[in-house]
């Protein structure tokens, strides 16, 4: 019976790769990945910075897509004896990504589910924020219809007056202003931290409120990876 190795990878700056990560990369006989091209990218170079052995033909592709096709034949090749690693685009798989049905139907079939952890996205911001850290609220990506947003935000609302919390939200570029300007609407012109970028050049990190926020991406123009984060207290 193989492994399958949750393995977390960077989320910008090559560097953060850990020597566990590198090592259960080169031992496995199969990657598993939701964009095969952008791990290949990743394997390519660490095959130049770490004298790793390219495995560009031991990857498959595992994405919502495909996601119900791919478990069984994973299960299989699992019950057979191949190690397998599974990995996201960045960060820690399973997180607002891709692989949780595959981790769960493993414990199910008795088949061990080791985590090599590293970069997550939600908790570099989280720490850089200066946001309370005690207890935090992972959202992952808002909901794309604007009903089931203000539905959100309600549940947000009484969510807080239950526990005190920060509140982590993933953004996708295109729809920050938009999703600024609702939640002013709803919870007023609270302070928000914006993380953007995440470990790589261009990285920052802005507290301010609302309307401030709307104003500088509004001029600027938004790009890049972002989380946002806030409380209501």
């Not at 080169?26 to 790793?52: C, Q």
């Not at 911001?125 to 309370?132: D, E, I, Q, R, Y």
Request: proline share 4%; aromatic share 8%.
């Amino acid at each position: 019976m193989g492994n399958l190795y949750i393995v977390a990878t960077p989320i910008g700056n090559l560097q953060d790769i850990t020597v566990r990560a590198i090592e259960t990369l080169r031992f496995v006989d199969l990657i598993v990945s939701e964009d095969t091209r952008k791990t290949g990218i990743l394997l390519k170079e660490l095959t130049k910075r770490y004298n790793f052995a390219n495995k560009k033909n031991n990857l498959l592709s595992y994405y919502d897509q495909i996601e119900k096709k791919r478990i069984p034949e994973i299960i299989h090749a699992l019950k057979q004896g191949v190690n397998v690693a599974l990995v996201s685009d960045a960060g820690t798989p399973t997180i607002s990504d891709p692989g949780y049905k595959l981790v769960r139907e493993c414990i199910a079939q008795g088949i061990k589910v080791i985590s090599v952890p590293g970069p997550s996205s939600l908790i570099s911001a989280l720490v850089s924020s200066g946001l309370p850290t005690d207890k935090f609220t992972f959202l992952g990506f808002l909901p794309k219809k604007e009903g089931h947003r203000a539905s959100m935000f309600k549940k947000i609302k009484d969510t807080n007056n239950v526990i005190k919390t920060t509140f982590i939200i993933f953004v996708a570029p295109h729809d920050l202003i938009k999703s600024l300007v609702e939640m002013q609407n709803f919870f007023g012109n609270i302070e928000v931290v914006i993380a953007r970028e995440l470990t790589k050049i261009f990285e920052e990190i802005k507290k301010d409120k609302i309307s401030t926020l709307v104003e500088f991406y509004s001029k600027k123009g938004v790009k890049g990876e972002i989380v946002m984060l806030f409380n209501l207290n």
